[in-house]
């Protein structure tokens, strides 16, 4: 084997089509765009949502749904995420919680719940709390301070 008898794979390599190139090439005279309209003129664009002056489906469809302009989006954050970082009196606020990466948005509204168990008494500044995260954060000793 040498390199100048190297030669590509069968089907690997295709040919440009070269329409508007005579009849004997098969795409001569209308260039395949068929007679006539605005689809064999030149300059033609379509809008990706045209459906060939057809009912569109966005009008087909009926509406529905709802959505509340007043809805607060809550970054939820159960009370055993704090079990790696409790030392005796501990203060967690929204920026230390996302230092130590317990949330991953820094300026998130944040509602902390009480799923698990706490080892020790911390203090949790927040936007909100679920009432079995205020029992648990109070029994073992700790405060809740409501942002």
Known sequence: MKLHTLKF???????????????????????????????????????????GGQMPIQRRLPKYGFKNRHRVEYLPVNISRFNDFVASGTEFTPDTMYNLGIISRKNAVIKILGNGELKGKITVSAHAFSETAKTKIEAAGGKVNQL
């Open 9 to 51: 794979a069968d089907g690997s390599r295709k040919n440009r089509k070269r329409v508007g190139r005579g009849q004997g090439s098969g795409h001569g005279e209308t260039a395949s765009k068929g007679v006539k309209g605005a689809r064999s003129r030149s300059g033609d664009v379509q809008r990706a949502w045209f459906e």
